[in-house]
Each structure stands twice: as C-alpha cells, then as structure tokens.
Nanobody, 116 residues
Framework: QVQLEESGGGLVQAGGPLRLSCAASGGTISINVIGWYRRAPGKQRELVAAISNGGVTNYADSVKGRATISMGNVKDLVFLQMNSLKPEDTAVYYC??????????WGQGTPVNVSS
C-alpha cells in the first residue's frame, strides 16, 4: 500500500518562505497529476497547485506569483515552494497524487501556521 507523507510545515513568519515536500512509501506509483491542496480553518479544501507528468502546472489565483510546484526525484514526488507568505495561507496542506492506473492517493497533511 503506497502512502504519501508531507513534510516541511510548521510556524512561519508572514513574508517568509516555505518549502513543502511529499514523499511516497510502500511502493512506486506512476503519476498522472500530483498537487497540493489546503484546508484553512472553517473553510473548504482548495487546490493550491498541481503539476502533470507533462510538466503543465496550475495554480490557485491566491498563490500565483508566490508559489512554485515542481516534480521531485526518487525520494520526494513533488515540492511546493511558497514565498511572501500571508496569514491567510495558514492551513493544513495535503499532497494528492492521481496515478495513471486510476488511484487517488492523499497524505495525512502538514499544518502551516503563518504568524503576522
């Protein structure tokens, strides 16, 4: 059973950077699309950024110009670099992978708390 695990969250000061990583364990997967979602307190889960196996990226309007998603290497599947963090970026960030064989895999999430 392949599992995803996010890392890199924590307490960050407003204006600072953040780099999240997502690693897979328990096997290998062939990715169709992989992305980052977040759920802020009291809000619905939303897409932050996604990247296809062809390198096509998609960003939420709220993070455009501040976020960069990139495919990883053997150890980490995908990274999310965010700069100029804002308090409204506070949320639990989830990695989600959509595989070529039709599976949808989610990590447990990593909390990000941006202090003003």
């Amino acid at each position: 059973q392949v599992q995803l695990e996010e890392s890199g969250g924590g307490l960050v000061q407003a204006g600072g950077p953040l780099r999240l990583s997502c690693a897979a364990s328990g096997g290998t997967i062939s990715i169709n699309v992989i992305g980052w979602y977040r759920r802020a307190p009291g809000k619905q889960r939303e897409l932050v950024a996604a990247i296809s196996n062809g390198g096509v990226t998609n960003y939420a309007d709220s993070v455009k110009g501040r976020a960069t998603i990139s495919m990883g290497n053997v150890k980490d599947l995908v990274f999310l670099q965010m700069n100029s963090l804002k308090p409204e970026d506070t949320a639990v960030y989830y990695c989600a992978a959509f595989t070529t064989d039709g599976r949808e895999l989610w990590g447990q999430g990593t909390p990000v708390n941006v202090s003003s």
